[in-house]
């Protein structure tokens, strides 16, 4: 069920166990971060509440990604409980008026820009709900792992508001601007297997199996050389935006700056001797 990926044919390093961090990630009460040699591991830990994300949630949630820890080459983002995250806490929505409402829209943009064009690669684990902001977070991400029990839904048309989390720039570009209107219209909701087929997810897994392969794939890509990783964050979807001459031109100045560094002239040469192993489909 899960999307076909390339490997370099070298063996897996073993995982490190998790460990909780120190200092200030270590303060934030929403949060439970670990850590796995490079890979920093977020949990929503708001399980009572269905991981709704308040506005302190988010506040923590951009705290991390602008305080990323030395030698943290990818993250992991999951929820505890039952579910990954139901969106917006609606408990906590008061009456605003325009301008603290266009306000507090742009905080969570810059929380979650941090996430999509921060330092390193993301990875969402999904299960349970994964609705309205729980899908705007989800989609800020890079690569999405869905349990079967995962299911995807924006009901804020419901509600009678409108997606602020960035959503309507994001999830268009995952699913399509059709799809999107759908569910923000109708209710309609997706399965895991329905978020896969329509490109809201790019893995779908057994039920219990998320850790393990969104752990998988984060050493995977904390393995990375480290410009590659952060062209692909940063500038793919820029190129994706830009006219194709301008894209291509763009394309061009990232590829000499990523292939110049001493990282990738190693892996090259490596490559070039045969110390390094062959892509084949696994």
């Given at each position: ?35 796995s040699g490079p890979v920093l591991h977020l949990r929503l830990n708001r399980p009572a509440k269905r991981n709704a994300l308040s506005d302190p949630f988010i506040q923590q949630l951009h705290t991390v990604f602008v305080n990323m820890p030395e030698g943290v080459r990818a993250v992991m ?146 393995t990375n050389a480290q410009m590659s990783n952060y062209a692909v964050v940063q500038a793919l979807p820029q190129i994706a935006d830009q006219a194709q001459g301008l894209g291509l031109f763009t394309e061009s100045l990232m590829a000499a700056i990523a292939e110049s560094t001493p990282q ?19």
């Amino acid at each position: 069920m899960s999307a076909v990926h390339a490997s370099e044919g070298k063996a897996t390093a073993p995982v490190q166990a998790e460990h909780l961090v120190t200092g200030l990630l270590a303060t934030l009460d929403l949060l439970q971060v670990t850590r796995s040699g490079p890979v920093l591991h977020l949990r929503l830990n708001r399980p009572a509440k269905r991981n709704a994300l308040s506005d302190p949630f988010i506040q923590q949630l951009h705290t991390v990604f602008v305080n990323m820890p030395e030698g943290v080459r990818a993250v992991m983002i999951s929820g505890e409980g039952q579910h990954f995250c139901a969106g917006l806490d609606l408990s906590e929505v008061v009456a605003r008026d325009i301008d603290s409402a266009v306000q507090h829209s742009r905080m969570w943009h810059a929380a979650f820009d941090a996430i999509q064009f921060g330092p390193v690669p993301v990875v969402a684990v999904l299960h349970g709900a994964v609705v309205g902001g729980g899908l705007e977070l989800a989609s800020a991400c890079h690569i999405r792992v869905a349990e079967e029990s995962a299911y995807f839904g924006l009901p804020e048309g419901q509600r009678g508001i409108l997606v602020g989390g960035g959503g309507s720039a994001r999830i268009p570009r995952l699913m399509g601007v059709a799809r999107m209107t759908d569910l923000m219209l109708t209710g309609r909701v997706y399965d895991a297997q329905e978020g896969l087929n329509a490109g809201l997810v790019q893995y779908v897994v057994g039920a219990g199996m998320g850790l393990a392969k969104g752990m998988e794939l984060a050493q995977r890509i904390a393995t990375n050389a480290q410009m590659s990783n952060y062209a692909v964050v940063q500038a793919l979807p820029q190129i994706a935006d830009q006219a194709q001459g301008l894209g291509l031109f763009t394309e061009s100045l990232m590829a000499a700056i990523a292939e110049s560094t001493p990282q990738a002239q190693e892996r090259l040469k490596a490559f070039l001797e045969g110390r390094a192993g062959k892509v084949v489909k696994s």
